[in-house]
């Protein structure tokens, strides 16, 4: 037989073999090996081994039509809804056929009150997202027992030769209001604030908009989204994700947060402008990377715009259970630009909590910010590192004390029960003044350029300090008159010597009598004190002073307008009165700005 006898053989073997399996395949057109065919289901061999039908189980997004504008999330939107013709309403809906930049100019899951009752049934399920920028225009609105799964993080950083890799995996960005790409279409992120994910809840309740608000009813279960990054991609005031009404099995896990830093919010978690505090509790986020990356124009960084402060993650409860944890979050700020980077990286008021393994204060002011917005109650700090920071955002002070502090317990409320165990700077040639701050029990503890760490912190149910094991540089602020300026709320005039050696009073624009009644150190007598007062600036802002039995020698209000009295005191030697030094030295022209 020659080579091209055998050739042709093999040829016409596999032709056969190939129109045998296509007979299989198309079942020949028999009435028993009929297949059925369903949109964007994937063929699996039936229970007979017969032929191939439909899995239901399974839709790929990419062959559906949308009902609207026919975009990438408009076709996820019509996959999602198709599940629920299904027999058991559960599925999977693999979008990972998108790629690259789309489009996105609604949200991509139904929304399950629209219409009146009965309402549309959300199917339980997952969606999967592939390697696609799905820019978008809308909120993204996650219902409850809805899970999403990307395929990662992109690489945020420069190569070595300095250029800056494409985009990759899963990620959801903003459509700028300024110079937005042509994928865009010309639209920018709608909202007041814009945001890019929120959750929405179950039957009945609209996904068609965020929950919370101080709803009831409307909390999300089993919802957690992972392996996905948010971009606002430098949109003025937007938030990445807005996780409000969100409770057990909800969340986010390996997820990125970039681009807020201009007036924006990264992560935002419970509501807390609501009574309920948004319903947060036992929500989870684990692996987070929360940071301004050196792609533009997501890298312009303000402390504030429209009066609205710029936060990495804010994290506020309304003084209820927030989410069971934070865990493994690196914030970092150090690629900013502009002139001001955020204040704080956490801004954390919460109770029934834990915080573990943080890398913060990498280009902020304050890493770990406990208390600044509500309440802190029962919670566990664990291992809290601080890198590199800025400290060109606003620099709050505590007494004498003040710069930049990996962890700050702010004494505007409440903290109680709280469990800080190894926190520390992490050496490097810019690093952070203070490893920790905490202003109402006046303990500081200073960078030591050695082991720099609290090993452990506890402040009891009482909101005393119950230990304080590190090592050294630890200053203890005492119960005596402390060095700074400590401003008095008029309307009350409670002196706090402790929190500063000037005390300093202005005349309320309701005018009025000022009842002075100082706290008094039981030590450090002998301590000097100053006490500026400013007088209003006119009939109707005007103000005289009554001083109490323990404060001798104290001078009247000057009838000035605008006059600033300035007036010296030192502490008795049992440490319980306050006698004048001499009669207040009172300015009634040109004063400044005291």
């Known amino acids: 037989m020659t080579s091209v006898e055998g050739y042709a053989r093999g040829f016409v073997v596999r032709l056969l073999s190939a129109l045998y399996l296509a007979a299989l395949l198309v079942g020949a057109g028999s009435s028993s090996n009929a297949q059925t065919i369903n949109q964007g289901q994937p063929?699996?061999?039936?229970?007979?081994?017969?032929?191939?039908?439909?899995?239901?189980?399974?839709?790929?997004?990419?062959?559906?039509?949308?009902?609207?504008?026919?975009?990438?999330?408009?076709?996820?939107?019509?996959?999602?809804?198709?599940?629920?013709?299904?027999?058991?309403?559960?599925?999977?809906?693999?979008?990972?056929?998108?790629t690259g930049a789309q489009i996105c100019?609604?949200?991509?899951?139904?929304?399950?009150?629209?219409?009146?009752?009965?309402?549309?049934?959300?199917?339980?399920?997952?969606?999967?997202?592939?390697?696609?920028?799905?820019?978008?225009?809308?909120?993204?609105?996650?219902?409850?027992?809805?899970?999403?799964?990307?395929?990662?993080?992109?690489?945020?950083?420069?190569?070595?030769?300095g250029t800056i890799p494409p985009?990759?995996?899963?990620?959801?960005?903003?459509?700028?209001?300024?110079s937005p790409p042509t994928v865009c279409q010309s639209k920018s992120l709608s909202g007041t604030p814009p945001i890019i994910w929120c959750w929405g809840a179950g039957t009945g309740y609209s996904t068609g908009g965020c929950n919370g608000g101080g709803l009831t009813g409307d909390i999300a279960f089993g919802s957690l989204t992972q392996y996905v990054t948010f971009d606002c991609f430098g949109l003025a005031n937007c938030?990445?994700?807005?996780?409000?009404?969100?409770?057990?099995?909800?969340?986010?896990?390996?997820?990125?947060?970039?681009?807020?830093?201009?007036?924006?919010?990264?992560?935002?978690?419970?509501?807390?402008?609501?009574?309920?505090?948004?319903?947060?509790?036992?929500?989870?986020?684990?692996?987070?990377?929360?940071?301004?990356?050196?792609?533009?124009p997501g890298n312009t960084c303000n402390t504030t715009v429209n009066g609205i402060n710029t936060v990495p993650i804010l994290v506020n409860s309304h003084g209820n259970p927030g989410p069971r944890f934070l865990k493994g979050v690196t914030v970092s700020a150090a690629k900013c630009s502009g002139t001001s980077t955020p204040t704080d990286s956490?801004?954390?008021?919460?109770?029934?909590?834990?915080?573990?393994?943080?890398?913060?204060?990498?280009?902020?002011?304050?890493?770990?910010?406990?208390?600044?917005?509500?309440?802190?109650?029962?919670?566990?700090?664990?291992?809290?590192d601080a890198g590199p920071p800025i400290g060109n955002g606003s620099n709050p002070t505590c007494g004498a004390f003040s710069g930049t502090t990996a962890v700050w317990l702010d004494p505007l409320h409440t903290i109680t029960n709280v469990a800080l165990?190894?926190?520390?700077?992490?050496?490097?040639?810019?690093?952070?003044?203070?490893?920790?701050?905490?202003?109402?029990?006046?303990?500081h503890y200073a960078y030591d350029g050695g082991g720099h760490g609290v090993v452990q912190y506890l402040v009891n149910d009482a909101g005393a300090v119950a230990l304080a094991a590190g090592n050294d540089n630890i200053t203890a602020f005492g119960s005596g008159v402390q060095l700074g300026v400590n401003t008095v709320a008029a309307t009350a005039a409670a002196l706090d010597v402790t929190?500063?050696?000037?005390?300093?009073?202005?005349?309320?624009?309701?005018?009025?009598?000022?009842?002075?009644?100082?706290?008094?150190?039981?030590?450090?007598?002998?301590?000097?004190?100053?006490?500026?007062?400013?007088?209003?600036?006119?009939?109707?802002?005007?103000?005289?002073?009554?001083?109490?039995?323990?404060?001798?020698?104290?001078?009247?209000?000057?009838?000035?307008?605008?006059?600033v009295s300035t007036q010296k005191f030192?502490?008795?030697?049992?440490?319980?009165?306050?006698?004048?030094?001499?009669?207040?030295?009172?300015?009634?022209?040109?004063?400044?700005a005291p």
């Open 43 to 98: 063929a699996v061999g039936n229970n007979g081994a017969t032929a191939f039908t439909s899995s239901p189980v399974v839709l790929d997004a990419t062959q559906f039509t949308g009902t609207n504008f026919n975009d990438a999330c408009d076709k996820i939107n019509a996959a999602i809804t198709a599940l629920l013709v299904a027999p058991n309403k559960n599925g999977v809906v693999d979008a990972r056929g998108f």
């Open 570 to 592: 030192i502490v008795s030697n049992n440490g319980t009165d306050l006698y004048a030094e001499g009669a207040a030295s009172v300015c009634t022209s040109s004063c400044g």
């Open 239 to 296: 938030v990445d994700m807005q996780a409000y009404d969100i409770q057990e099995g909800s969340g986010c896990w390996h997820c990125a947060f970039h681009g807020w830093g201009n007036g924006g919010i990264g992560l935002q978690i419970c509501d807390g402008t609501a009574a309920g505090g948004g319903g947060c509790q036992n929500s989870s986020f684990l692996d987070l990377d929360v940071g301004i990356q050196d792609t533009t």
């Open 105 to 161: 100019q609604e949200s991509m899951f139904p929304d399950t009150a629209a219409g009146s009752a009965p309402y549309p049934q959300i199917p339980t399920g997952k969606l999967l997202l592939g390697n696609a920028v799905f820019w978008v225009t809308t909120t993204q609105v996650q219902p409850t027992k809805f899970q999403v799964e990307g395929v990662g993080w992109p690489n945020p950083h420069a190569q070595p030769n």
């Open 346 to 384: 956490i801004r954390y008021s919460s109770e029934f909590g834990s915080l573990e393994d943080l890398l913060v204060e990498q280009g902020t002011t304050l890493g770990l910010h406990l208390g600044a917005d509500g309440n802190v109650n029962s919670v566990a700090v664990l291992n809290v």
């Open 167 to 178: 985009d990759a995996n899963t990620i959801i960005r903003a459509c700028p209001s300024i």
């Open 421 to 443: 165990s190894a926190a520390a700077i992490v050496s490097n040639s810019a690093h952070a003044v203070n490893v920790l701050v905490d202003c109402k029990n006046k303990k």
């Open 499 to 563: 929190a500063g050696n000037v005390q300093q009073i202005a005349c309320p624009s309701s005018g009025g009598l000022v009842t002075v009644t100082p706290t008094v150190p039981t030590v450090l007598p002998g301590t000097e004190i100053t006490l500026i007062f400013i007088q209003g600036p006119n009939v109707s802002n005007f103000c005289s002073i009554t001083y109490p039995s323990i404060m001798h020698g104290g001078t009247s209000a000057s009838p000035a307008y605008n006059s």
